[in-house]
């Protein structure tokens, strides 16, 4: 059962499709999109690799293809095109049908007080490789994106995660159940939400902040008459 396989179409199959939505026009965003998601994935490619091969995760080959790059499955790599393209395509109908910035009063208090908190955890876990990272490496992303675009895009930002959540517990609930993917506990809190580690919820946070801060910088610098990255 290609049960890894099937989620990646799942994701990316309804936004693909409304894509072409004559409103919301998300295939005109591709230029700076996919140079956005090419650069979120090497990082994460990264990222898992080192992860992988030092047990910290692992996968069950019972539900993959078989296919393996970089010793991490297709579909692995597959995820970390699919699960952007559609949340930034979550983040742009927002854009669009949601007018007012109900979440950005309060934006830049809560990130603080978010990295204040994930920084400490992290500190205090550095023998547990997922937290240490996870959280250490999103205040710096935090950080990264305020100095292009002060707080500007927090409040939209943070709608995007919130919404993103329910497709988040279905999918990642998959993964962690059969599991598709299995934790190494003694490299996480072991706090669980059902059968979904803790950490995954700042891991997708980390995720998605890079994506949306390279779309909207690439965007803004098209808007300049700068031009944006090709990747062939």
């Avoid at 990272?133 to 927090?154: A, E, G, M, Q, W």
């Avoid at 998959?174 to 950490?199: A, D, Q």
Wanted: net charge positive; glycine share 4%.
């Amino acid at each position: 059962m290609y049960i890894y396989l099937y989620l990646n179409i799942f994701t990316i199959l309804f936004p693909f499709l409304l894509s072409f939505d004559k409103r919301v026009q998300f295939y005109k965003t591709w230029k700076y999109l996919f140079p956005a998601i090419a650069i979120n994935a090497f990082i994460f490619i990264v990222w898992d690799f080192l992860f992988t091969q030092h047990g910290v995760w692992g996968f069950n080959n019972d539900y993959l293809l078989g296919i393996y790059l970089f010793n991490l499955p297709l579909e692995e790599i597959l995820f970390f095109i699919t699960v952007p393209y559609a949340c930034v395509f979550i983040y742009e109908c927002l854009n669009v049908y949601i007018k007012k910035n109900y979440l950005q009063h309060g934006a830049l208090l809560a990130t603080i007080l978010l990295a204040i908190f994930i920084s400490i955890i992290g500190l205090l876990h550095l023998q547990q490789l997922y937290t240490s990272v996870t959280f250490l490496f999103l205040p710096v992303i935090l950080l990264i994106h305020y100095s292009i675009f002060k707080d500007r895009l927090l409040g939209r930002f943070y709608l995007m995660y919130l919404v993103h959540l329910a497709p988040f517990l279905l999918v990642n609930g998959v993964l962690t159940s059969l599991p598709v993917v299995w934790y190494n506990n003694g490299h996480n809190l072991g706090i669980r939400l059902t059968t979904i580690p803790i950490e995954d919820t700042m891991y997708s946070m980390v995720m998605l902040l890079i994506t949306i801060t390279a779309f909207e910088y690439f965007r803004r610098n098209q808007k300049q008459n700068l031009p944006v990255p090709k990747f062939v």
